[in-house]
């Protein structure tokens, strides 16, 4: 922790010291973020061997689920870039009265989250344009994930709260941790105790259950910066001021995500009548593909951690400095990850399905994406950078315009030509623009000037 230290306490950093605390911090996160991938691949891969109906009623509602899992995460965000703030500012007091309230807000927005979810569960298959025959396994599917967004909600802001104090190794830690009890509970309940579809879920949820008290109970107790064992009693009831300013970090993201998962549903709507097969090698690809874009959400953790308590301290020249060191990682990272997975896209989509025509689908999806990624990684490590100033509002506004002004009507037009090659060109070309845009913000540099810590333009 002393290199994270470093900023608050006001120490020079050069180029090269700056690059160390970066990978240091980063390498945790990307690790964090590839036993994610690996708990993907596990699940895809179990499931895979349940058939095509499975596997297609797993991925018709994916994207409904990302939806709701990434609106839960947004939301804690408000708090969490409060805390590095905080921190930063070696405000630590303040930086528990945040957590409290946190606690408090996000477990209700979780309630309120999965009630809705329970609500259309029914439904969503049917408005997705689904198969008669793979509706009830959705429903069951989806059923299960949103009835455990409170818990879930409070995994993500407990994680949150540790790398914006620049622990990394902990949640790190405890992430593959929760991969390991998903393969043990994914493989009880899908295969000894036959439950399929529903087993898969169950197993997922059972571990992130497990993970989110671990997590909570390492911020509570252990995190130096945070706890709140021995400390003196504070309210849990949300102030008005904190609830404005994690609303208006929060709301941007929220509202970018919503509409960026609309569009990734409108796309789903858009592959099912290409069929089953489709839907399924659809899905799958997009599980092979988070081998690439993991590790840089990883280093964009890393960016918003630096970014946010180098704002705290008020050193902007730091907050530039640390935006171009981690795009560029991000887009050498990537950049080689999309070598990888073009090369050995055949052997990822084998570990997920032995149908051989989904197999065919996915690897020529991959091969598109992979000539995107490192542009990719331009967007998603800029706007973590971004996000960690607490300016939210011009990088939500050029995530969702870009996907639903360019991937959007390209994935349509080219879809009737192309079919699932022609949605995953136009994703690609998506990507290439939105990296553009966001290195085009990154150079510019009014994003890292010094202010209040609102968001802001």
């Known amino acids: 922790m002393s290199g994270i230290n470093s900023i608050r306490l006001g120490e020079k950093l050069?180029?090269?010291?700056?690059?160390?605390?970066?990978?240091?911090?980063?390498?945790?996160?990307?690790?964090?973020?590839?036993?994610?991938?690996?708990?993907?691949?596990?699940?895809?891969?179990?499931?895979?061997?349940?058939?095509a109906d499975a596997?297609?009623?797993?991925?018709?509602?994916?994207?409904?689920?990302?939806?709701?899992?990434?609106?839960?995460s947004m939301a804690t965000t408000g708090f969490t870039v409060q805390v590095a703030h905080r921190i930063g500012a070696n405000d630590e007091e303040g930086a528990r009265r945040i957590l409290r309230q946190g606690l408090t807000a996000s477990l209700l927005f979780g309630v309120a989250m999965a009630l809705i979810g329970l609500a259309i569960?029914?439904?969503?298959?049917?408005?997705?344009?689904?198969?008669?025959?793979?509706?009830?396994?959705?429903?069951?599917?989806?059923?299960?994930?949103?009835?455990?967004?409170?818990?879930l909600t409070l995994n993500y802001l407990a994680g949150g709260m540790l790398r914006c104090v620049g622990n990394m190794k902990v949640p790190s830690a405890i992430s593959i941790g929760m991969c390991v009890l998903d393969c043990l509970f994914n493989y009880l309940f899908i295969f000894v105790c036959g439950l399929g579809v529903l087993g898969a879920a169950l197993g997922t949820v059972a571990a992130e259950i497990i993970s989110a008290g671990l997590m909570l109970g390492y911020v509570w107790r252990r995190q130096p910066e945070l706890r709140l064992t021995g400390r003196p009693a504070g309210s849990f009831r949300?102030?008005?001021?904190?609830?404005?300013?994690?609303?208006?970090i929060a709301l941007p993201l929220t509202a970018e995500h919503a509409i960026i998962c609309g569009a990734q549903i409108a796309v789903t709507i858009i592959v099912a009548p290409l069929g089953i097969l489709a839907i399924a090698a659809n899905s799958f690809a997009v599980t092979a593909e988070s081998l690439c874009y993991m590790p840089g959400y990883g280093i964009g953790d890393a960016a918003t951690v630096l970014t946010g308590q180098s704002h705290g301290a008020g050193r902007t020249s730091l907050v530039r400095s640390f935006g171009y060191i981690t795009v560029g990682l991000g887009m050498a990272v990537m950049s080689v990850m999309g070598v990888i997975m073009w090369?050995?896209?055949?052997?990822?989509?084998?570990?997920?399905?032995?149908?051989?025509?989904?197999?065919?689908?996915?690897?020529?999806?991959?091969?598109?994406?992979?000539?995107?990624?490192?542009m990719f990684a331009a967007s998603i490590v800029a706007y973590g950078a971004m996000v960690g100033v607490g300016k939210t509002i011009a990088p939500a506004v050029m995530n969702f315009g870009s996907i639903w002004l360019v991937r959007l009507p390209l994935a349509w037009w080219l879809s009737r030509s192309y079919g699932l090659d022609g949605v995953w060109m136009?994703?690609?070309?998506?990507?290439?623009?939105?990296?553009?845009?966001f290195l085009i913000r990154l150079v510019r540099g009014r994003w890292a000037t010094s202010g209040s810590g609102h968001p802001e333009l």
């Open 121 to 151: 569960a029914g439904p969503l298959p049917g408005w997705l344009g689904g198969d008669e025959s793979i509706r009830g396994m959705s429903t069951l599917y989806f059923s299960v994930f949103v009835a455990a967004l409170p818990l």
């Open 238 to 248: 949300p102030s008005t001021t904190v609830l404005a300013k994690a609303a208006a």
């Open 426 to 437: 136009a994703m690609a070309a998506e990507l290439t623009f939105r990296g553009a845009i």
């Open 14 to 51: 050069s180029p090269g010291r700056q690059l160390r605390l970066t990978v240091s911090l980063a390498l945790p996160a990307m690790l964090a973020q590839l036993s994610s991938i690996l708990m993907q691949y596990i699940d895809a891969a179990m499931v895979g061997h349940l058939g």
């Open 343 to 374: 090369l050995t896209a055949p052997q990822l989509m084998a570990l997920m399905t032995p149908v051989e025509a989904i197999r065919e689908l996915g690897v020529s999806a991959l091969r598109i994406e992979a000539w995107a990624e490192p």
């Open 55 to 72: 596997s297609a009623s797993i991925g018709l509602v994916s994207t409904s689920l990302w939806l709701f899992w990434g609106t839960c």
